[in-house]
């Protein structure tokens, strides 16, 4: 969550801070009931109203009403923070596989949408974790440079060296909330008509009460960030920031501030394509020795996650690498039958693809023949920047004059999207396994960050290199 930026008045500017937090579970409880019986209402009146429509104004009603719920539900989580908030984050993650549209696009926006909280709510948690002499070290900044759901981060000077830190501290409240959060989000949804019939719902936010009491653990975000400070200490092409103990506690998160822009700055854009060629294979192999040699993955590609360090005197441009609450772990097993799946899409091998697709779950052996091949299908166009471009794979279009994919230019995911819709495989993958909902949420990350750099790299033979000896 620490989106540092070398000027803080943007978010100053953005988001004026929440006056009012609502912490006590009978006072969240209460928001939320208010809010479902308003949008129990609601169903009533638009389904007496659809009885008077036409199909087609029907489908358009239909659409309209789900984003206004939608966006009344994303409204107040806003206001109440923590948990359930972050739980609606968390649903758009998961809801493009069974929500509308229009209500995932929303539920969405909470990713960046959100107001810090007034300092008189903060001032005391600090006090409370850390001690009023241990406190008193501090020169705190009492305008935050990041706000999220769980929490926000506020830029601080040590007084007895001048060190730059980031505190990052967790909303008062938020780690007790979240069962009850948890449990009236999900009767809000089911109450609200966006979840189809039939589909059971209580898995998913099992796993959203699962994430988030991981996502409010600093203790074990703190040991991620250590692993991966050590697992790149040698390798200039990132930076980690270090952990500052003596300031951090289960609750409060301290560490080194690291300078760095966005990757959307201006900046960023206007670096040579042999600097931004080189930050994008960067932010690729990153992904791939996260995944297919550590078996541990930051899993939220958030933009403020990632920050340019441009170098000034060179071409040794740096990727600064924040927050790692989000970071899963992925056993050996999973990760050879992903790399089964890869392998098979790679080198047109069917029969690889399902091997792997059914151990993970992805498949199952009853689905239709058709299913199975369009699933191959579909893989197949996923690794098209990991092909051979002697093989014809890739529109012509999208390679440059040396045969290097150019991410910029690609349409990638809306021709994966489309073979998705025209063989009607979301009939069959109502809601994929948790670790391909994770996994797939950051490789998407990767392959959005390589066309924001307008990268234009050959990723195959990282791949191939990243999966020698695995998926067999």
Known sequence: MVKNNDDASLLQGSKRGLDRLKTRPFERNLALTKLGFGAGSKIVAHGIRNMFRGEIERDEANRGFYER??????????????????????????????????AVDVLASLQDDTA??????????????????????????????AAASLGQAHRARRKSDGLDVVVKVQYPGVADAIDSDIRTLSRLVLMSKLTPKGLDVNPIFAELREMLYQEVDYKAERRYTEAFCAKLADDDRFVVPKVIAEYSSGRILTTSYERGVSARHASVAALSQPRRNRLGSAFMELFLLEFFDWGMVQTDPHFGNYRIRIDEQGERDRIVLLDFGATKRFERKFIDSYTCIVRGALERKPELIEKGALRIGLMQPNFPRAVH???????????????????????????NETGDYRWGASDLPMRVTQTGARNALSVYFRVP?????????????VFIMLAQLRAEISTRAALSKAIEGLGK
């Open 69 to 102: 719920q939608a966006r009344v539900l994303a409204d107040e989580l806003g206001q109440l923070k923590g948990s359930v908030m972050k739980a609606g984050q968390m649903l758009s993650l998961w809801g493009q596989y069974f929500l509308p549209e229009e």
């Open 116 to 145: 810090p909280v007034a300092w008189k709510y903060i001032a005391p948690a600090l006090e409370k974790e850390l001690g009023r002499a241990r406190l008193r070290e501090l020169e705190i900044d009492e305008q935050p440079i």
């Open 373 to 399: 091949e369009a699933f191959a299908t579909m893989c197949e166009t996923i690794v098209e920047p990991f092909t051979d471009p002697s093989e014809g794979r890739v529109p012509a279009q999208l390679l």
């Open 433 to 445: 396994p948790r670790e391909i909902v994770f996994l797939h949420r950051r490789l998407a990350g």
